[in-house]
């Protein structure tokens, strides 16, 4: 029995160094292209850019590849896709995404997956249906985890069908696209879905997941020109209660400056970049009231959205737990606990906890008030005479002099199973 | 290859006296590749004597990955280089002659990685006057190197070879025994290191990740700098990583542990070195009350914790890391600076010792540095009860199946008493059961039906020499088998992703099989069968469809009972409902009253679990949140059972975990068979143990309810419900929500302090 979950840690090194990968330089779009699914334009008239697709998992009874050519092409605005999938059972096509976004990796299709950005492990993934429905996502780090589904590539699909194939036209904007570089190579993977039979291929022979970058090939030869403005980094913060900072590293490839606008919980702000690299610092608070972070930030240039993230979560309680209710008493020894605070370092700087810990007669045993540091507080309780017993532990916590959060905690304190022994 | 004896002056080791130069030799096939350093050595040299019966087996060297049929990943090769590729080796004894000046030798032999049978157990010992060394290890991929002193005399030194099954050798480095700690460092130690994971031009496309430590390195005392080394004690459930530094708090930290009557608890230190040390042994004295009565002779088992080379998952490539991984018995040591060395003492009380405190010493010896560590045990006056509503056991992969295959007495011996050895180490550690298996086919030609009973009835047999008679077993079916007899051939795929509705006829032989074999489970007085006819089958709508037909042809059977790995709480699954009597899972999917509801309500119906997250499947260091599954978790999930998948896994090298498709894991193998644990397994242990103090609680609680002793039994009650309160209840445990190491001891003290009381009170 085997555990299916694959998960895979991924760095930018090791998507720089990994030479195994294979190389496709993408050529200058020659002529025009009409986005219509019909391959009849003079750019894909040619030897096709990718023609050998490995069937992905186990191999089925009876089986018979089908062709499927890739041909790939730019221009200063736009990246091409033509694609030309073999199919002579064209009426058993499966096809149930209707509206972008839908679960389309599902249907009949193609998967695309760009990775322009080298420096962080962000990538796109965008996938189109036989009948041209786009679903579309920036995945950031890797897995299903740090996916936005908000992101849009702005792609222009359409597919054609014939009586034994299907093809595909589409083209993606660059701008739309986390591009670190005017140039530079990319990574990138194609897959197709032929989800009536259940078989799926890639152009990367043994890929154990269409989303393991480390096998992608390598995609060179893409210029963009016009591009100004790029987000080499950014970081939303720790995203917890009380003041955050962002963080965000920009670069200006041009010779002038440019306006970069940062939309932070609605406020928007323009901060002009000078040329080369720019790091930008921006504050934002999370209410003391709220039971979710749910922030968008999002960084754009003129009209061009450089990135746009969506920050939502569930956010721990203020005063946490550490589920550790019973604690030895030893002589002379102070009872030791660390209280989880689910705040920002920059409010723990400014924040308290005052506490008092009553027996069950409400008498208060031993009181004090502690400083919050790094996300938690640490008390040390002690008092003459510490008796075992049941005893609850009353926690305030304080935000520059203001109230913010009240708990209280059940406790057992009882004496070592060494008290009083002494090691030889 | 070219036959030779002579000297060999190696510029890699450094200018040598001509006199005393050492040799080296790659035995094998002529004109096979020879290992830089090493000279060709083959069946034909003068070296061997003449009556010995030999034999040279070649294996190729591959780098490329060939693809696994089933699942569709990319499954290296066995990887052989130049000293591995091709051995001599003989069923019988054998004589060796080297020619070379009179003096004392290191004598360095490399055996193993044989390819071919892995149910094949080579035997060797090596004599060289009254000194011996000697080696026994299983299959087709272990390999090891034997050292052993040698003397020269009249130009000559000799060795004889004796086995008792066959023996191999790859490699032989005859060494001055001045020379030897050079060469051994410059030569033989990075051949072993290279062959204990995976050859250089692989091993570079990999990427090593570290773990990272948050301990800063603590402000050495001039004590410590001085003699060039700390002792720090840790909590066993957290490990002691390479390279990483003790806390302030840890060192000097004192040893001390409680345990009941009868039970086995764990004592480590460690030592974290400032600088290399050569050598470092152990003693530890017996352990004596007050009273001045000691613990039996046997009660304490000294291991070590050996560090290894993992990778994040069970089937991941290109990624590896270093971690704290199995408990070997205790030998000797060297120390390297910077990494610690934890020692891991296993104390059993028996059931009749007097309650009372025991202490005793950890003597070290550190290259001459002698270092008390004192050692305190809290023995307890009471026996600890397990709940029998519960039960613990194990996927296995019986060595029944290698000794049925193996193709000499020994090495058939060999499996089975491993099998023995592996069972009472189930048994001692609270374990009642394993899975099993009737397999069965049609032949293809005649339709006659090929099952074999008596095979099943052999586990069986022994399960119950082992006390695990009463387990009902899952037992694997043979339906991948019978579905390619009715659908000409065809393969189901990977958890059965490719299955399609076979033949109503296939169904109806399926009921007629499943009968024969429950008559004849009921004729011989089997334990319960649980019919398990697919592992882990896939949500998919084909694969769910084809469930329930064949669920339904076992339930066809009167009283049979059927077990599927699969998660009840996932929809897809729904159709199978009616049909599944025990629900097998990973997590604890189903909340404790839903779970208790369910069994309720349909009697039959059961939970079971296999948490592969704690059985070192993809995480080798996960104690502590297996600590809690076996424990307190499992005392809040409803579920009955926990069944991880599996006891061990071997692939290539069991002390190599990076040169197979898939990683090594659980519990690993000596040569005699016996098993050798990991601290997950000990976490197994302990875990059933925190069980045992919370089910002994609850019994008392229970007593003293029903003789009155309500006020008492309240205040007990209250601590559990305190500890219950305080549980972070989660569908799998790992290392995330969990409490701290420390205070699983404080919990389960706090339930041994009122099972203490309500014993006084009630006894």
Redesign the interface.
């Known amino acids: ?4 979950t ?4 991924l ?1 930018p090194a ?1 998507f720089l160094s990994n030479a ?1 990968a294979e190389n496709i330089r993408i050529k200058p779009l020659d002529g025009k292209v009409v986005i219509d699914g019909k391959l009849s334009e003079k750019v894909w008239q040619r030897k096709a850019d990718i023609e050998k697709f490995y ?7 009876n089986f018979k590849p089908v062709q499927t050519s890739v041909y790939l092409a730019f221009d200063n605005k736009f990246i091409y896709f033509g694609v030309y999938c073999q199919e002579p059972f064209m009426k058993k096509l499966s096809l149930s995404g209707k509206k972008n976004d839908d679960p389309v990796w599902k249907d009949d299709g193609i998967e695309l997956f760009l990775y322009p950005s080298l420096r962080k492990s962000s990538y796109v993934q965008i996938v189109f249906n036989a009948d041209g429905v786009i679903f579309d996502q920036l995945q950031r780090e890797s897995g299903t985890d740090g996916h936005d589904l908000s992101w849009n590539s702005g792609a222009v699909c359409k597919t054609f069908k014939g009586k034994d194939f299907w093809s595909l036209e589409a083209a993606v904007p660059l701008e739309n696209l986390p591009l670190d570089a005017p140039e530079g190579d990319w990574k990138f993977h194609i897959a197709r879905n032929r989800a009536w039979k ?1 078989e799926q291929y890639s152009f990367v022979k ?1 890929i ?1 997941s269409f989303h393991n970058a ?1 096998l992608f090939f390598t995609l060179s030869g893409i210029r963009f020109p016009s591009l100004k403005l790029t987000v080499l980094d950014y970081d939303p913060g720790e995203c917890r209660y009380g003041k955050n900072r962002a963080r965000i590293v920009l670069k200006n490839w041009s010779e002038k400056s440019v306006t970069a606008t940062i939309s932070s919980i609605g406020v928007k702000s323009d901060t002009p970049i000078a040329p080369g690299t720019k790091v930008l610092h921006i504050d934002w608070e999370q209410p003391f009231d709220a039971a979710e972070c749910n922030q968008k930030f999002v960084i754009s240039e003129g009209k061009r959205i450089l990135r746009q993230l969506t920050l939502k979560k569930k956010l721990q309680d203020l005063v946490g ?8 008493i030893e002589s002379n020894q102070p009872v030791t606990l660390r209280i989880p605070v689910n705040m920002s370092d920059f409010s723990a700087a400014e924040s308290q906890v005052r506490w008092r810990l009553r027996d069950l007669q409400g008498n208060v045993m031993v009181s004090g008030m502690t400083q919050v540091k790094k996300q938690s507080v640490l008390l040390r309780i002690f008092w003459s005479f510490m008796a075992p017993g ?1 005893y609850k532990l009353e926690l305030e916590l304080f935000c520059q002099g203001e109230k913010v959060a009240g708990v209280s905690r ?1 406790l ?1 304190f ?1 004496n ?3 008290q009083g ?1 002494y ?2 | 290859m070219k036959k030779t004896s002579a000297f060999i002056c190696l510029a890699a080791l450094g200018a040598v006296s001509m006199n005393a130069a050492p040799l080296l030799y790659d035995l094998g096939t002529p004109g096979s590749p020879v290992r830089k350093n090493f000279v060709p050595l083959d069946i034909k040299s003068k070296v061997w004597s003449s009556k010995t019966k030999l034999f040279v087996k070649t294996n190729k060297i591959v780098r490329e990955s060939g693809v696994n049929r089933n699942s569709g990943r990319a499954e290296p090769p066995l990887y052989f280089n130049e000293l591995t590729c091709d051995h001599i080796g003989s069923k019988g004894g054998a004589d060796l002659t080297f020619s070379v000046p009179d003096g004392r030798y290191k004598v360095w032999i490399l055996t193993g990685r044989a390819g071919g049978d892995s149910s094949q157990v080579w035997d060797i010992k090596v004599w060289s006057g009254p000194a011996n060394a000697a080696m026994t290890y299983a299959g087709a991929a272990e390999i090891h190197a034997i050292e052993l002193d040698a003397v020269a005399r009249k130009g000559q030194l000799k060795l004889s070879v004796s086995t008792r099954s066959q023996w191999i050798i790859n490699a032989i480095a005859i060494i001055p025994e001045k020379e030897y700690a050079r060469v051994k460092k410059n030569v033989l130690d990075p051949e072993m290191a290279e062959l204990a994971s995976l050859p250089p031009e692989i091993l570079k496309k990999w990427k090593k990740m570290p773990y990272k430590s948050d301990i800063p390195e603590p402000r050495w005392s001039a004590a410590e700098k001085k003699q060039g080394f700390a002792i720090f004690s840790r909590n066993w459930t957290e490990p002691v990583w390479p390279e990483q530094f003790p806390r302030k708090s840890e060192i000097g930290r004192a040893v001390r542990a409680f345990t009941s009557l009868g039970e086995s608890e764990p004592m480590t230190f460690s030592v974290y070195p400032l600088k290399n040390f050569k050598r470092v042994t152990l003693q530890v004295k017996p352990f004596v009350n007050e009273k001045g009565a000691a613990l039996a002779a046997d009660a304490v088992t000294a291991r070590y914790v050996r560090y290894a080379w993992v990778r994040p998952n069970y089937n991941m490539t290109g990624f590896y890391y270093r971690v704290p991984e199995v408990l070997m018995p205790w030998s000797e040591r060297s120390l390297k600076a910077g990494e610690p060395l934890r020692i891991w003492l296993s104390i059993d009380t028996k059931v009749h010792t007097e309650p009372g405190i025991y202490r005793s010493t950890a003597l070290l010896d550190i290259d001459g540095q002698k270092v008390n560590v004192p050692l305190t045990l809290r023995v307890l006056p009471f026996r600890l009860v397990k709940n029998p509503h519960v039960i613990f056991a194990q996927y296995y992969d019986h060595p029944y199946k290698k000794a049925a295959r193996a193709k000499d007495d020994f090495s058939r011996q060999w499996w089975e008493k491993r099998a023995e050895y592996e069972h009472a180490h189930m048994r001692d550690s609270g374990h009642e059961g394993i899975t099993g298996s009737i397999w069965f086919t049609r032949d293809r030609r005649s339709g006659k039906l090929i099952l074999n009973f008596d095979a099943m009835q052999k586990q069986i047999d022994l399960m119950r020499k082992y006390g695990m008679g009463k387990f009902p077993i899952p037992c694997g079916m043979g339906t991948s088998s019978l579905y390619a007899y009715y659908m000409k051939g065809a393969l189901m795929g990977s958890h059965i992703t490719r299955v399609k509705m076979p033949p109503k006829k296939f169904f109806e032989d399926f009921t007629a099989i499943t009968q024969l074999i429950e008559n004849e489970a009921r004729r011989r007085g089997w334990p319960e069968l649980l019919y398990y006819p697919i592992d882990e089958p896939s949500s998919q709508t084909n694969s769910v469809e084809f469930m329930v037909e064949i669920l339904k042809a076992i339930k066809k059977v009167p009283g049979v009972r059927t077990y599927v790995t699969a998660n009840p709480a996932a929809s897809a699954y729904a159709p199978m409902k009616p049909y599944v009597d025990v629900w097998s899972c990973q997590p604890f999917s189903i909340p404790k009253k839903q779970a208790e509801a369910d069994m309720k309500r349909r009697p039959g119906l059961e939970y079971w679990s296999y948490p592969n997250h704690n059985s070192g499947e993809n995480d080798h260091t996960l104690s502590i949140g297996t600590r809690m599954t076996y424990g307190f978790g499992l005392w809040q999930s409803g579920f009955k059972v926990l069944i991880p998948w599996i006891y061990s896994v071997t692939r290539h090298d069991q002390w190599n975990n990076l040169d197979s498709g898939t990683s090594d894991f659980g519990v690993r193998t000596a040569p005699d068979g016996r098993p050798i644990p990991t601290p997950l397994w000990e976490a197994y242990r302990e875990g059933i143990d925190d069980g045992k103090y919370l089910f002994t609680l609850e019994s008392l609680i229970a007593t003293a309810n029903e003789r009155g002793f309500k006020k008492e039994a309240a205040a007990a009650q209250r601590d559990l419900d305190l500890i219950k309160k305080n549980i972070f209840i989660q569908e799998r445990y790992r290392d995330k929500e969990l409490w701290g190491a420390d205070t699983f001891d404080a919990y389960r003290w706090l339930l041994a302090e009122n099972i203490m009381k309500l014993n006084t009170l009630l006894y």
């Open positions: 029995m085997r555990l299916l694959l998960f895979i840690l760095s090791f195994a069937l992905y998992g186990s191999k089925p009874e259940n043994g154990d480390t737990d550490e589920k550790n209710a019973v604690h030895f049941n059940d057992r009882v070592s199973p060494f022994i090691d030889l």
